[in-house]
């Protein structure tokens, strides 16, 4: 597992810089090397690094300064820095901790305790990072919940106190008008609290994927009927050709939730009278499931943000169909966790194709 992680070490002194980087090499860690604070930084420009090992007393920029760079930095900042130092006067130390510092370690260092420290505060960067990720996970669920919850909610609470109120004559067009448009917005927003638990679900320890050999064909036919009535409601036609004995490797639940949301998209996406087809095609260990719509298309820009997780990208439908903002996080999520892949092929003004490779084995 080591030799993921990427380890700078900074020492104008070679012998050490050597003793460093063999001892880092027998635990398999990747290593970097510098000899002065300069080079460290045009290291750190162009490689994803870890931790780093920094000497304090070096020529011309010393390691209290380039760890107050790199702190000053925001694409640096988290990385860990672990001072190697003989001075150890309490006002060095004091002075290491407040340019940013992890941690100390004294020379002559012993091999065992600078790699248990290593260790440990590679971990406790892990664990930050963790804790980051889901800090932004819980902001972006409340953006959306922000956004996309309380808005129909908003409009379903006017419409049920219009009608409680005789606004509206029962059984007129507009009242058949308007409660047809209550039942599409009820739906959308269970639809979105849906797609959030799942989400939630997902982003947290507790998801369990239970993979195994599945027929494709009757998840997209289950998905299209749930779909039916949304497609019906724009005249859209939906073509399905895909083999009955046609298998792949995944979780069901998950890769239903995938292609009901796709489905939906292109529905939603989809003008009056348009055309759905969606079709399978096998290569070497994958089946790849194709959604092909003749829809409104996307820009490339469009395409680059909707698998961003730091961006909350709905639009509204060809029928003025409300977004969740969120199903195509799920959509990304589940096929990784699945080990498969999605691509996207649109144009604007053309339509768009979302493909969906499967595994076709465990392996």
């Not at 003793?19 to 880092?24: H, Q, R, W």
């Not at 930050?128 to 129909?152: G, Q």
């Not at 027929?215 to 036609?237: F, H, T």
């Not at 050709?241 to 239903?256: C, G, M, Q, R, S």
Request: hydrophobic residues 40%; charged residues 25%.
């Amino acid at each position: 597992m080591n030799e993921n992680i990427y380890i700078l070490v900074v020492d104008d002194n070679q012998e050490n810089l050597k003793v460093i980087s063999n001892s880092l090499k027998e635990d398999n860690y990747k290593i970097a090397l510098a000899m002065d604070g300069e080079s460290a930084l045009k290291i750190l420009e162009g490689n994803n690094i870890d931790l780093i090992l920094l000497d304090v007393m070096m020529p011309e920029m010393d390691g209290y300064e380039v760890c107050k760079l790199v702190k000053a930095n925001p694409q640096t900042k988290e990385i860990p820095i672990i001072f190697i130092t003989a001075k150890t006067q309490t006002e060095d130390m004091v002075e290491g901790f407040t340019a940013g510092a992890v941690d100390y370690i004294t020379k002559p260092f012993k091999r065992d305790e600078m790699l248990i420290r290593v260790k440990i505060h590679l971990e406790l960067a892990a664990s930050k990072k963790k804790i980051i990720e889901m800090n932004r996970t819980r902001d972006k669920l409340y953006s959306i919940i922000a956004h996309d919850v309380r808005s129909p909610l908003a409009g379903i609470t006017q419409t049920i106190d219009a009608i409680s109120n005789g606004f509206l004559e029962v059984g007129s067009e507009d009242f058949n008008k308007i409660f047809n448009l209550l039942k599409q917005r009820t739906i959308e927003t269970s639809t979105l609290l849906n797609n959030l638990l799942e989400w939630t679900k997902l982003h947290s320890d507790n998801i369990s994927l239970s993979p195994r050999l599945i027929n494709i064909s009757p998840i997209i036919n289950e998905c299209v009927e749930l779909l039916r009535g949304n497609a019906q409601n724009k005249n859209i036609n939906i073509n399905i050709n895909v083999p009955e004995t046609l298998k792949a490797y995944f979780d069901e639940v998950t890769i239903h939730t995938t292609f009901r949301n796709i489905i939906s998209n292109a529905i939603k996406f989809t003008p009056n009278d348009g055309e759905i087809s969606i079709y399978t095609e096998e290569s070497e260990g994958f089946v790849s499931v194709i959604i092909k719509d003749s829809g409104i298309g996307m820009t490339d820009e469009v395409i680059n943000g909707i698998f961003n997780k730091n961006i909350h990208h709905t639009s509204l439908g060809t029928k003025n169909e409300m977004g969740t903002g969120l199903g195509l996080f799920l959509v990304k999520d589940f096929v990784q966790k699945n080990n498969g892949k999605i691509k996207v092929i649109s144009q604007q003004g053309l339509g768009t194709d979302f493909i969906v490779f499967l595994p076709t084995s465990a392996n």
